[in-house]
């Protein structure tokens, strides 16, 4: 099976999910999912990094560990819901517990089919396509857009910033880097439609002059969750000879030790999305977005 495909499915599953249970609202919250399916949930001790999360099977019993290390309600509850995606994605129960014990690192960073499934469905069960549509209708584009979602599905600024990349009709990119190096990067659909431009990936360096260039050369800001606007040329970013005016903003990731870039093209002309009333099925023509741009 096709990559976009599984993709889609993952992302299906989680939002079938949300109306299978009636949920109607926002924040969807992981961890009631999870005791309606006697499933036990507890955090793993402060001490312990390295993973997200844990799926555990004793018998018939299954239960999950988040991590804590991370001191991120959003983070801790993306983990939560990857586990989930685990639990409920065919296929997964059979692979990834052999042992009895399975180990995560949510959050778009492994390259791992069943890990970038499990991702997808956790962001399609806390931020239904529905429900976050009708939510970002109410918002300006950007980053304040980004942190007022984010405070509504009580999720972390990058699974959010993502999210609204992805279902966003304006021009979004979305630039998460570790110091001066790329970690990964996702396009609304808008903003992808610029195939002149070479976006970056991972691994990549963040283009010199950038603000964002600047933001990482002290540390002390990313600790501090610092932020930074600048109006910005496309070019500055991407090259190419198209003059495109843009808004950078950035942000520290504090404990994360990342650092989030929001770029925005306002004036760049919509025509991908068409149809206001788009839902979650509507989605297929966009999922592969949803996997990193890694490098082979």
């Known amino acids: 099976m096709a990559a976009p495909l599984r993709s889609k499915l993952a992302m299906d599953r989680a ?20 005791l309606k399916k006697d499933i036990v949930v507890q955090a793993k001790p402060d001490s312990d990094e390295g993973v997200s999360g844990m799926l555990l099977r004793h018998g018939n019993n299954f239960g999950i560990l988040y991590a804590t290390h991370i001191p991120s309600e959003g983070f801790q509850r993306f983990s939560v819901a990857h586990e989930l995606g685990h639990y409920c994605l065919p296929g997964h129960i059979d692979h990834v517990l052999r042992d009895g014990v399975h180990s995560s690192r949510a959050g778009f960073v492994s390259g791992d089919r069943y890990e970038l499934e499990a991702d997808q469905f956790a962001a399609g069960l806390l931020m239904p396509a529905t429900l976050f549509r009708r939510a970002m209708e109410e918002e300006d584009p950007g980053l ?45 659909a ?18 010199r002059g950038t603000a964002t260039s600047e933001f990482t050369s002290r540390a002390e800001r990313i600790s501090r969750a610092e932020r930074e606007e600048e109006e910005v040329d496309i070019q500055d970013w991407l090259g190419g000879e198209r003059s495109i005016s843009a808004t950078e903003e950035v942000v520290g990731l504090g404990a994360y030790g990342k650092t989030l870039t929001i770029l925005t093209c306002s004036k760049l002309v919509e025509d991908t999305y068409k149809d206001t009333d788009q839902d979650e099925e509507d989605e297929s023509e966009l999922i592969e977005r949803w996997t990193p741009r890694f490098r082979r």
């Not at 079938?16 to 961890?31: H, K, N, T």
């Not at 903003?191 to 283009?207: C, D, H, I, N, Y």
């Open 15 to 34: 939002q079938a999910l949300v109306r299978e249970l009636g949920i109607s609202s926002l924040p969807v919250d992981p961890f009631a999912i999870a």
């Open 144 to 188: 304040s857009a980004i942190e007022a979602l984010a405070g509504l599905c009580r999720t972390s600024l990058t699974a959010t910033a993502i999210r609204y990349a992805e279902l966003s009709r304006d021009a979004i990119g979305v630039i998460v880097s570790t110091g001066s190096r790329v970690d990964y990067c996702w396009l609304s």
């Open 190 to 207: 808008t903003m992808s439609s610029l195939q002149e431009f070479s976006w970056p990936t991972k691994g990549s360096a963040v283009p």
